[in-house]
């Protein structure tokens, strides 16, 4: 059986669980999408001065817009260092953008912004368009997700740490961070929404780009402040350690399983 395979019977079945019956509700009803485009590129230009144009792919699931009242988990999700430019349809290589596309009823929206090339994951732009993206669409903002590789797990890291409050989950994946960070909030507001945030890493052990131990850092100082993080370490794996990881049905039923409160 293929993994897109698995992944379609294991979503099916967790329509049995209450908490994932109410986000799939309405997935066979008549699609308000175009069916033959579901997902497609969008243009989001930032407030500042100068204002900066930010590209990003746009998921939507089957019955998006059937039910106006309503909402939809979404998933954030930042690409790695060699998806940035200016061809939009790179960021759909890999991740929950390409997973989405594959799944007969993948229950999450999916917002895949693209980094401009030569450049780093900012958390300033990120926030703008993840606020201009409540905005628009119709999303249960207390389960937005938050993911990324490589570059991408880099920039989820930084941006949870930057701003815990706004996700129910994060997965960061073979990237790193800067774990003073979390320390430096103490029992502030941020400092507790960060304590409350379940993350789950993952890394490839015989990765040669970003070495483990830059994952493991991470969870390591954040389960010292109190954080809920699982870590899996793939043996033998590399650098893409991002294919197993989000080919794994379970992973996409361990985030329906937080909300944000």
């Known amino acids: 059986m293929t993994t897109h395979a698995r992944l379609r ?3 099916a079945c967790l329509c049995g669980l209450a ?4 986000l799939l509700v309405g997935c066979n009803a008549a699609a308000q999408r175009d069916s033959d485009k579901p997902q497609t590129p969008q243009v989001f230009k930032t407030r500042g001065d100068p204002a900066v144009t930010l ?4 998921f939507l699931p089957r019955g ?6 309503r909402r939809w988990p979404l998933i954030l999700f930042l690409h790695g260092a060699g998806e940035r430019g200016d061809d939009i349809e790179l960021v759909k290589v890999h991740g929950p ?10 229950p999450f929206m999916v917002v895949s912004p693209q980094c401009p090339l030569g450049e780093t994951w900012n958390n300033d732009l990120l926030q703008e368009l993840l606020d201009h993206v409540l905005a628009t669409w119709e999303i249960d903002e207390q389960r ?3 993911t990324g590789l490589s570059m991408g797990g880099y920039g989820a890291w930084s941006l949870a740490q930057e701003c815990p409050e706004r996700f129910a989950a994060v997965v960061p994946i073979c990237g790193g961070g800067t774990p003073i960070q979390a320390w430096l909030y103490g029992d502030s507001p941020k400092g507790k929404a960060l304590r409350s945030l379940p993350f789950w890493a993952f890394h490839g052990a015989s990765d040669t780009v970003v070495d483990p131990g830059e994952s493991l850092r991470m969870v390591e100082t954040l389960r010292d402040i109190g954080c809920d993080v699982k870590y899996t370490v793939y043996p033998g794996v590399g650098h893409d350690s991002w294919v197993k990881a989000y080919d794994d049905p379970e992973l ?3 985030l329906l399983s937080h909300k944000r409160t």
Do not use: H
């Not at 590209?55 to 746009?58: A, G, I």
């Not at 998006?64 to 009242?69: F, N, R, V």
């Open 19 to 22: 908490l994932v019956a109410s």
């Open 97 to 106: 953008p390409r997973v989405a596309e594959q799944a007969a009823d993948f």
């Open 55 to 58: 590209r990003f792919q746009l």
């Open 252 to 254: 996409y039923a361990w």
């Open 64 to 69: 998006y817009g059937s039910e106006p009242a």
């Open 144 to 146: 937005v997700y938050l």
């Open 9 to 11: 019977i294991s979503l």
